[in-house]
Structures are given as C-alpha cells and as structure tokens.
C-alpha cells in the first residue's frame, strides 16, 4: 500500500489517499463536492 499527495479539485487541499483509491477529481470533504461547479459541456 503506497500513500501518494493528491489536491482537492475545489479547493486545492492536500489529501493523502492510497494510490490504488484515486480517482479523477478528488475532494477533501462533500461540501467541496457539493460546491464544485463543472464547466458546462458543448454540444456539437
């Protein structure tokens, strides 16, 4: 098990997560989550 440094996609806090748990976009807590805004999508 290798414990890596990750950013929280919101708010760019250090999360220390196992390497074999991360994902794309990670978050420090489910008010970063929630808050998050995802650019919106364009349609071809």
Same mark, same amino acid.
């Given at each position: 098990?290798?414990?890596?440094?990750?950013?929280?996609?919101?708010? &760019?806090?250090?999360?220390?997560?196992?390497?074999?748990?991360?994902?794309?976009?990670?978050?420090?807590?489910?008010?970063?989550?929630? &808050?998050?805004?995802? #650019? #919106?999508?364009?349609?071809?």
């Amino acid at each position: 098990m290798e414990i890596i440094e990750v950013k929280c996609e919101n708010c &760019s806090k250090e999360i220390y997560i196992n390497r074999e748990q991360v994902r794309d976009k990670m978050f420090c807590t489910l008010g970063c989550m929630d &808050s998050y805004k995802v #650019p #919106p999508q364009q349609k071809d």
